[in-house]
């Protein structure tokens, strides 16, 4: 009897951003770059079949922040994706302890909420004009 030893490989952990914002795609590029294991996959929020492939994406307003999905399907949003998205990056990691110290969270949450509703004014044009703030 012939066994299959194929073995499936784990899923990387996905990230979603707004591939029309230059601040966002900035940021991604910056990620990308440290991401030397290669553990994050980066996918535009206007990719075509995103939400066939994440129908739980459909839920979220964007204007929010990026979002983080795990292998095991869970979805991080805006900080809270950032600190998981630090915990992926090898030499970065380090730091992640920080977002658990008290207050810090609460104001790492609310610093980056106040960029994303302000992302348009801050990371230059939009491509298309599509970017609006909240």
């Given at each position: 009897?012939?066994?299959?030893?194929?073995?499936?490989?784990?899923?990387?952990s996905?990230?979603?951003?707004?591939?029309?914002?230059?601040?966002?795609?900035?940021?991604?590029?910056?990620?990308?770059?440290?991401?030397?294991?290669d553990?994050?996959?980066?996918?535009?929020?206007?990719?075509?079949?995103l939400?066939?492939?994440?129908p739980?994406?459909?839920?979220?307003?964007?204007?929010?922040?990026?979002?983080?999905?795990?292998?095991?399907d869970?979805?991080?949003?805006?900080?809270?994706?950032?600190?998981?998205?630090?915990?992926?990056?090898?030499?970065?990691?380090?730091?992640?302890?920080?977002?658990?110290?008290?207050?810090i969270?609460?104001?790492?949450?609310?610093?980056?909420?106040?960029?994303?509703?302000?992302?348009?004014?801050?990371?230059?044009?939009?491509?298309?004009?599509?970017?609006?703030s909240v």
């Amino acid at each position: 009897m012939k066994m299959d030893r194929t073995i499936a490989l784990p899923r990387k952990s996905t990230v979603v951003y707004d591939g029309q914002c230059s601040l966002c795609r900035r940021w991604v590029d910056r990620i990308a770059r440290r991401d030397r294991n290669d553990a994050l996959e980066f996918v535009a929020r206007q990719t075509k079949g995103l939400t066939k492939r994440f129908p739980r994406l459909v839920e979220g307003d964007f204007n929010t922040g990026m979002r983080l999905i795990t292998p095991d399907d869970a979805i991080h949003v805006g900080a809270d994706a950032a600190y998981q998205i630090v915990c992926h990056l090898r030499y970065w990691r380090w730091i992640a302890w920080l977002y658990h110290v008290p207050g810090i969270h609460s104001l790492t949450r609310a610093l980056y909420a106040h960029i994303a509703a302000n992302r348009q004014s801050q990371g230059g044009r939009c491509d298309d004009g599509t970017c609006k703030s909240v």
